[in-house]
Nanobody, 124 residues
Framework: QVQLVESGGGLVQAGGSLRLSCTAS????????MGWFRQVPGKEREFVVA????????IYADSVKGRFTISRDNAKNTVYLQMNSLKPEDTAVYYC?????????????????WGQGTQVTVSS
C-alpha cells in the first residue's frame, strides 16, 4: 500500500509564494511519475503538473506555466511544488498523486494513489 502525505499549504497574499511537499511511503516511489492536481468545491479536479520518474520530463497546465515548478527527490521519496506569483484563482485543495507509469499524464485516471490534500488559499 502506498500512502502520500502532502504538506506546506496555507494562506498567502496574492503575489506570494508557497512550497508544497508530498512524501510517499514504500519503495516504489522512484519508479513512477508523480503529479499535482487541485480542486475547488463544486468543480472537477484539475490537473496542475506532472513529473516523470527520473524528473527529466514535466508537463504543466497552461494556467500555471512560468509560475509553478515541480521537482522530486527520489532519495527522500518526496515531490515538491514551488508556487510563485500566486493568484486568488489558485485557491484550492492541492492533491499529489502517483502515476501508473514512468511518465505521467494530465488525466486523473493516469494516477492510482492520492494524498489527502492540502488547502492553499490566496487572498487578494
Amino acid at each position: 500500500q502506498v500512502q502520500l502525505v502532502e504538506s506546506g499549504g496555507g494562506l498567502v497574499q496574492a503575489g506570494g509564494s508557497l512550497r508544497l511537499s508530498c512524501t510517499a511511503s514504500g519503495r516504489s516511489f522512484p519508479g513512477y511519475a508523480m503529479g499535482w492536481f487541485r480542486q475547488v468545491p463544486g468543480k472537477e479536479r484539475e490537473f496542475v503538473v506532472a513529473i516523470s520518474r527520473s524528473g527529466g520530463s514535466t508537463i504543466y497546465a497552461d494556467s500555471v506555466k512560468g509560475r509553478f515548478t515541480i521537482s522530486r527527490d527520489n532519495a527522500k521519496n518526496t515531490v515538491y511544488l514551488q508556487m510563485n506569483s500566486l493568484k486568488p484563482e489558485d485557491t484550492a485543495v492541492y492533491y499529489c498523486a502517483r502515476g501508473r507509469a514512468a511518465v505521467g499524464g494530465p488525466n486523473w485516471y493516469d494516477y492510482d494513489y492520492w494524498g489527502q490534500g492540502t488547502q492553499v488559499t490566496v487572498s487578494s
